[in-house]
């Protein structure tokens, strides 16, 4: 196994950074995908359906009629059966779990009175409508059907359009199943990658336009995202998945290393990087991931995912492996050490953070409550998870006294005069006293 080991044990925090960013991300793969996903965005703009059959018969050979983009309720029935009891019972724990985290976190509108009598405040809404995009082909992905439906419903989302690839419709399906068991979802379209993005975001003659898309996809959907936000909100940028575990010795070794395989197994562009303290821990835990390897099926996909990706950072002192943690900032983030908990206070940048030895990344992605939908690449800098915050927008309330007006129109009339908007000024000063 091609798994390097990178010795930081001399470098101070700054050191680390800088040594660091040779290994981000460059950017040509990611402008080329847009340089594409544009051709395609503009296509379906101009020619509607006719662009989503074009494109399904490229990218996924099939060859769809327009009466087939959508998918009917009978055939959601049908291919939602023929599964066995335990693994409806699992999607339905994961559905329960999802709906009470996320009905913790539901905003509230608040309103105060300043000493001029004006009453202040926002008030919350949810989104009307939004478009879950769930990917298809190498695998299918259920969880991801609860992990973005369910906060949506809870935030109170009118309209729910979900779109996958053709692939995810067949019987069995289990997109399907996991879409019957939530329920709410209004319309379903048989459509992929970039060009359903584009026809939810403008709408076409049989896809329904929406206000926001979440869900996540390969480069190009997320390329097309980027390239549509403005027209339709989006959750965030998301590209392949990735963990950083932060390992001391203390735990079974064999915990670090089944984690590692588990993010590796995700894509060939998957991510999986381990920070430990000294050389000896770096080869323990490379030894293991060895060991652990010949257990797993996708082993080409895990392979080439840890020789291009994966990283053992040894560091000298937890200073030095937050400041990598804070620089990489990771989607998933695992502190498998002796005081775990104390690590919180300083980490800055992460998607989501598993503290302790029996919180694995897997738990998260299937059933602990939150959305698994997390800002990748290094964007857990300024993105946050999916979650139903991410279905609400906000309204300022602003009601102002004759007072206040009165009060305040003063230095507010000031401003406007700097700023040459006389018409500003006169809106002011017609409700004076002046």
């Not at 399904?56 to 009978?74: F, G, H």
């Not at 293991?288 to 996909?301: G, M, P, Q, T, W």
């Amino acid at each position: 196994m091609d798994l390097a080991i990178v010795d930081f044990s001399e470098l101070s925090e700054e050191e680390i950074r800088k040594k660091l960013s040779p290994e981000k991300k460059v950017l040509s793969e990611f402008h080329e995908a847009e340089r594409k996903a544009a051709g395609i965005i503009e296509d379906v703009l101009n020619h509607g359906d006719e662009a989503l059959l074009k494109y399904t018969r490229i990218y996924d050979s099939v060859d769809l009629k327009r009466e087939n983009i959508e998918v009917s309720s009978s055939e959601i029935e049908r291919f939602s059966s023929g599964f066995d009891e335990t693994f409806i019972e699992a999607l339905k724990v994961s559905i329960k779990r999802v709906g009470e985290f996320h009905r913790q976190d539901i905003p509230s509108d608040w309103f105060f009175k300043d000493e001029y009598g004006n009453r202040l405040g926002q008030r919350y809404l949810p989104i009307e409508k939004v478009g879950i995009y769930i990917p298809g082909g190498k695998a299918l992905y259920p969880s991801s059907v609860v992990m973005t439906a369910v906060p949506a419903m809870v935030a109170g989302v009118r309209r729910l359009i979900l779109s996958s690839p053709p692939s995810s419709y067949r019987e069995p399906s289990e997109i399907c199943l996991a879409a019957k068991l939530v329920g709410g979802i209004d319309r379903f379209y048989r459509v992929g990658g970039v060009q359903i993005i584009a026809a939810m975001a403008f709408g076409t003659e049989t896809v329904e336009k929406v206000d926001k898309i979440v869900g996540p996809g390969n480069i190009y959907v997320a390329a097309a995202k980027k390239l549509l936000y403005g027209v339709v909100d989006i959750d965030m940028i998301a590209g392949p998945s990735e963990v950083v575990v932060v390992w001391d010795g203390s735990s079974n070794v064999q915990f670090a290393a089944a984690d590692v395989l588990a993010q590796a197994e995700h894509d060939e562009d998957a991510r999986a990087i381990c920070i430990v303290f000294n050389m000896g821990h770096a080869e323990k835990l490379k030894r293991a991931i060895n060991e652990l390897f010949s257990r797993i099926e996708r082993k080409v996909v895990a392979e080439k995912s840890l020789a291009r990706n994966g990283r053992i950072f040894v560091v000298r002192n937890r200073a030095a492996a937050v400041a990598l943690i804070n620089e990489i900032a990771p989607e998933h983030l695992e502190i498998m050490t002796e005081n775990a908990e104390e690590y919180l206070d300083e980490i800055r940048n992460a998607g989501a953070v598993f503290i302790g030895d029996y919180s694995p990344v897997a738990i998260g992605d299937y059933i602990a409550g939150p959305s698994h939908v997390l800002p990748t690449g290094g964007t857990a800098r300024f993105f946050s998870p999916l979650s139903v915050r991410s279905f609400f927008k906000s309204s300022s309330i602003i009601e102002i006294t004759p007072r206040g007006c009165e009060e305040l129109g003063q230095f507010a009339s000031i401003i406007a005069e700097k700023e040459k908007l006389n018409a500003h000024r006169d809106s002011i000063k017609i409700r004076r006293s002046d």
